[in-house]
Nanobody, 121 residues
Framework: QVQLVESGGGVVQAGGSLRLSCTASGISFATGIIGWYRQAPGKQRELVARISTSTRTNYADSVKGRFSISRDSGKNTSFLRMNSLKPEDTAVYYC???????????????WGQGTQVTVSS
């Protein structure tokens, strides 16, 4: 059974930083591409960052230069460091892992509860 637990969210002022964590069980982060997603109220979930098994990273244009994704495969954990936060970053953040096609499409049967990030202006 896949379990994903995201944590580290909170309320911060614009310009602030947060570090999100995602720990998985029932799925190996060591062999899959890890993706971090977010879903704002009334909007579809979007992929904001991904990291390959070779630690190659990709970011959505909206977060490029501000967010940094990393992985600790030994601990089956991934992190999303978010700097220079903006009010438009407000969303629930999720992680997941799998093959590239699944990560790009956000096509997964199981999701964690996510962690809420609220950025005040």
């Amino acid at each position: 059974q896949v379990q994903l637990v995201e944590s580290g969210g909170g309320v911060v002022q614009a310009g602030g930083s947060l570090r999100l964590s995602c720990t998985a069980s029932g799925i190996s982060f060591a062999t899959g591409i890890i993706g971090w997603y977010r879903q704002a109220p009334g909007k579809q979930r979007e992929l904001v960052a991904r990291i390959s098994t070779s630690t190659r990273t990709n970011y959505a244009d909206s977060v490029k230069g501000r967010f940094s994704i990393s992985r600790d495969s030994g601990k089956n954990t991934s992190f999303l460091r978010m700097n220079s936060l903006k009010p438009e970053d407000t969303a629930v953040y999720y992680c997941n892992a799998g093959e590239l096609a699944s990560v790009l499409a956000g096509n997964f049967a199981s999701w964690g509860q996510g962690t809420q990030v609220t950025v005040s202006s």
